[in-house]
T-cell receptor, first 111, second 115 residues
Framework: KNEVEQSPQNLTAQEGEFITINCSYS?????LHWLQQHPGGGIVSLFM???GKKKHGRLIATINIQEKHSSLHITASHPRDSAVYIC?????????????FGKGTLLTVNP | DGGITQSPKYLFRKEGQNVTLSCEQN?????MYWYRQDPGQGLRLIYY???????QKGDIAEGYSVSREKKESFPLTVTSAQKNPTAFYLC??????????????FGPGTRLTVL
């Protein structure tokens, strides 16, 4: 069983829809990261959070430490949001901070 | 502009040849990382370096080597010992551990194809 599980694997939406991507993890973490990977491969960090909720524009990330679960929400989705969204959990082992990644969720937003 | 550069974007090599992937950052970050991405799998850590002249093996270091002679540079060599080198390689950097400073910044990646 992977330490980080994302669902769904693939998601297709119509422009304007509210999107939710889920991430569950099975290990203790220092922080959880949400990343966005566009076609072509470059990765951008969206959020890093260890509790509660963060918001940036139309993106909202929440985390429930007790339930070991995080969600990424996109409000008023747009075709430019089409990308792979990756959840990663971070652990500080001694002085080394390491990420364990989920397999990603491929989001396609149609106009 | 501050950021991470990787070159080249696409790289083709014949089987049995060593190849070196470049990663440079001007973010003044101490820590640098190399990841490998394969279709249908999450990113996996190859090597990481917390400071100049020091580096540690990640989860899949076999067949790879690195050096960290300068803070800005962390090149990755894919050797002929790597059984399945065709993949997308991503370099990242971050500040030392502590609060928000663990955020990792990624380069654009190098897609290596071994023929």
């Amino acid at each position: 069983k992977n330490e980080v599980e994302q669902s769904p694997q693939n998601l297709t939406a119509q422009e304007g829809e509210f999107i939710t991507i889920n991430c569950s993890y099975s290990v203790g973490i220092s922080a959880l990261h949400w990343l966005q990977q566009h076609p072509g491969g470059g990765i951008v960090s969206l959020f890093m959070l260890s509790s509660g909720k963060k918001k940036h524009g139309r993106l909202i990330a929440t985390i429930n430490i007790q339930e070991k679960h995080s969600s990424l929400h996109i409000t008023a989705s747009h075709p430019r949001d089409s990308a792979v969204y990756i959840c990663a959990v971070g652990n500080s082992g001694g002085s080394n901070y390491k990420l364990t990644f989920g397999k990603g969720t491929l989001l396609t937003v149609n106009p | 502009d501050g950021g991470i550069t990787q070159s080249p974007k696409y790289l083709f090599r014949k089987e049995g040849q060593n190849v070196t992937l470049s990663c440079e950052q001007n973010l003044n970050h101490d820590a640098m990382y190399w990841y490998r991405q394969d279709p249908g799998q999450g990113l996996r850590l190859i090597y990481y370096s917390q400071i100049v002249n020091d580096f540690q093996k990640g989860d899949i270091a076999e067949g790879y080597s690195v050096s960290r002679e300068k803070k800005e540079s962390f090149p990755l060599t894919v050797t002929s010992a790597q059984k399945n080198p065709t993949a997308f390689y991503l370099c990242a950097s971050s500040s030392p551990p502590g609060l928000e400073r663990n955020e990792q910044f990624f380069g654009p990646g190098t897609r290596l194809t071994v023929l």
